[in-house]
């Protein structure tokens, strides 16, 4: 049955609220992860020079995760993937706070890694065949919830800083609360096709015949997306404190406000995607953004710094989810395999970014260095119109799927 709007059913409804608590909980798990490194640094008695290798694992065994995740949703759907490497990822995380040996925060990183990069593709695979299935835009607002699970999560480490508990009590309560609301809200997961499990196969068998080419401008966006955002998460504290003299205090602000900027774009963004098209608010998003670039690279004090910081979180918020929006309309025949390819530039983004501007600050200045990220998130600026390609002027797709597959266990309500 339906729920009285436009064709909408009630298992499409719950597979979106569900999908929306998916990207809430990643978020905190994420955040939980990299807001506490220094303390799991301590912890396993992790060097300064060795400590890079260790973060630079965890992106490229998503990335390659990503990778298998194409392949694998061939055979099995996103939303059994979503089902099972969400469980992983929560459980990692308990794993990196619970050892005491080199080789024991090895494996749960690893694990970390390699889950969060399938789990990460099959959301947004669900995400954007929801989104096809709905005919207009809601993509924004997964990862408003993803924005909000990472307020949550650093919240809770900071809590858990505060009152110096040991990062395994600090992980315990948010896994042993997350990881079995995910696993039942999992039976309401929705694999929205286009079509039936004859027009699936087609759909399948499409994959392979992605043009790269085609999608390399929607990748490039994604990079230099993430370098921005890694630029934010690694930089902005040292930023303030170095360069705008600000105080230790005040120098964590930056993040925190830029993650509640993003929850903000996010939020409303989806309804600015309606009534003006995706191509419009990822131009306004690219030109905020950098326009927070050049802020920050040119401010006097710390409290103009935090202005750039805030722009720069309302501006880059709106650009990966409608990259992944993008790719999905693309190639409506293939959308889980454009996906994956896509994601992969995620993690690329966010590899290059931090190494990128530290040796620009070291070699030049960190002023100079924030104009980089600045001049290559502009480059958006120029494909901007391959957002809207392959649907309608309001990210709907092309057209209602004729079908939508509930997950194996799933009722569908």
Same mark, same amino acid.
């Given at each position: 049955m339906t729920d009285g709007n436009a064709g909408i059913t009630s298992a499409m409804r719950w597979g979106r609220r569900t999908l929306g608590f998916s990207f809430f909980a990643q978020g905190a798990a994420f955040a939980l992860l990299v807001t506490r490194i220094p303390a799991i640094q301590d912890q396993y008695g992790i060097s300064d020079g060795l400590l890079p290798v260790f973060l630079a694992a965890v992106p490229i065994l998503a990335g390659v995760s990503s990778v298998c995740t194409e392949q694998l949703v061939k055979r099995v759907r996103p939303s059994r993937m979503?089902?099972?490497? #969400?469980?992983?990822?929560?459980?990692?995380?308990?794993?990196?706070?619970?050892?005491?040996?080199?080789?024991?925060?090895?494996?749960?990183?690893?694990?970390f890694g390699l889950a969060v990069g399938a789990l990460d593709a099959s959301m947004n695979m669900l995400g954007v065949s929801l989104q096809r299935a709905y005919g207009r835009s809601i993509m924004l607002g997964f990862h408003a919830a993803y924005s909000l699970g990472g307020i949550v999560g650093a919240s809770v480490a900071w809590a858990g800083a505060h009152w110096d508990l040991t990062l395994f009590m600090s992980y315990l309560?948010?896994?042993?609360?997350?990881?079995?609301?995910?696993?039942?809200? /999992?039976?309401?997961?929705?694999?929205?096709?286009?079509?039936?499990?004859? *027009?699936? *196969?087609?759909?399948?068998? #499409?994959?392979?015949?992605?043009?790269?080419?085609?999608?390399?401008?929607?990748?490039l966006v994604m990079a230099f997306a993430y370098i921005g955002d890694s630029t934010v998460s690694n930089w902005s504290a040292k930023?303030?404190?170095?360069?705008?003299?600000? /105080? *230790? #205090?005040? /120098?964590?602000?930056?993040?925190?406000?830029?993650?509640?900027?993003?929850?903000?774009?996010r939020a409303v963004g989806d309804v600015g995607v309606r009534r003006f098209g995706p191509v419009a608010v990822v131009r306004v998003g690219t030109v905020i953004a950098a326009g927070g670039f050049g802020v920050v690279a040119v401010a006097p004090g710390a409290w103009v710094g935090m202005l750039g910081f805030t722009l720069l979180g309302l501006g880059l918020c709106v650009i990966v989810p409608q990259t992944f929006a993008a790719a999905g309309r693309l190639f409506p025949g293939a959308s889980d395999a454009a996906v994956a390819r896509l994601n992969i530039f995620n993690y690329v983004g966010f590899l290059v970014g931090s190494p990128l501007v530290g040796a620009l600050g070291d070699a030049w200045s960190y002023r100079g260095a924030m104009l980089v990220p600045m001049a290559l998130v502009l480059v958006t600026l120029v494909y901007a119109p391959s957002f809207g390609k392959g649907g309608d002027r309001y990210g709907g797709g092309h057209e209602r799927p004729r079908a939508v597959d509930v997950g194996p266990s799933g009722s569908g309500v």
């Open positions: 979503l089902r099972w490497a #969400q469980p992983v990822v929560l459980l990692a995380l308990l794993g990196v706070g619970a050892g005491d040996t080199m080789v024991e925060v090895a494996v749960a990183l690893g694990a309560p948010v896994a042993a609360v997350l990881l079995p609301l995910c696993l039942i809200g /999992s039976r309401w997961y929705v694999d929205a096709r286009d079509g039936g499990a004859a *027009e699936v *196969e087609v759909e399948q068998g #499409q994959a392979g015949g992605i043009v790269f080419k085609m999608l390399l401008p929607l990748c930023y303030l404190q170095d360069v705008l003299g600000s /105080s *230790e #205090q005040l /120098s964590t602000v930056p993040y925190n406000v830029y993650m509640v900027m993003t929850l903000v774009g």
